[in-house]
Structures are given as C-alpha cells and as structure tokens.
Nanobody, 119 residues
Framework: EVKLLESGGGLKQPGGSLRLSCVASGFLFSSYPLTWLRQAPGKEVEWISSISSGGKTYYADALKGRASISRDNAKNTLYLDINDLKPEDTALYHC?????????????RGQGTQVTVES
C-alpha cells in the first residue's frame, strides 16, 4: 500500500520560510516522479511543483523563484522549501504520487499538511 505522510506545516509569518517533508512508503521511491499540490480555502486544487525520478524539477509560475523541490532517495523523503511566504500561500499542501504521463494528476495523495501564513 502506497503511503505519503506530510509534515512541516503550521502558522508562518509573511516573509518567512518553511520546509515541508513527505515520507513515502509502499513503492520504489527512487523510480517515480513526485509532486506537490495545494488547495486554498474555497479554491480548486493547484499544482505547484514536481520532480522527476532523475531529479528534473518543474514549478508553477506562482511559486517560481520562491520554491525548491528536492528528494532524498535514501530516506524516501520529498521536500518542498518555500521562502518569502505570502498570505496567498495559505493552503493544505499535499504530497502526491502522480500518474506517469502527467505529473499534475494525482494517483495517490497524502492527507496533507496545513500551512497558514499570517502576521
């Protein structure tokens, strides 16, 4: 069974930074692409970043320049670093094992970690 467990969310100050982590199990982590999605209150799910099995990274325009996705295959862990946090970054952030043909479409999604950005 594929499991994805996110952590690292919480209440953050505008202008601050955070690191989200996702520990994965149930599949050969190093062989698969991985994705972060987020859903803000009252809004649709938004793709924000993906990383291929080979380490190639992709970012949504909304976070380009402020976010960094990375993976540690030895630890079966996916990371998302975001700096210069803005109130509009407030959302539930999900770690996702995507379908192989489209990294924005989830095959399996974790329960998420809530990030709230406010002063």
């Amino acid at each position: 069974e594929v499991k994805l467990l996110e952590s690292g969310g919480g209440l953050k100050q505008p202008g601050g930074s955070l690191r989200l982590s996702c520990v994965a199990s149930g599949f050969l982590f190093s062989s698969y692409p991985l994705t972060w999605l987020r859903q803000a209150p009252g809004k649709e799910v938004e793709w924000i970043s993906s990383i291929s099995s080979g380490g190639k990274t992709y970012y949504a325009d909304a976070l380009k320049g402020r976010a960094s996705i990375s993976r540690d295959n030895a630890k079966n862990t996916l990371y998302l670093d975001i700096n210069d946090l803005k109130p509009e970054d407030t959302a539930l952030y999900h770690c996702v094992l995507p379908v192989s043909t489209n990294y924005t479409i989830p095959r399996v999604r974790g329960q998420g970690t809530q990030v709230t950005v406010e002063s």
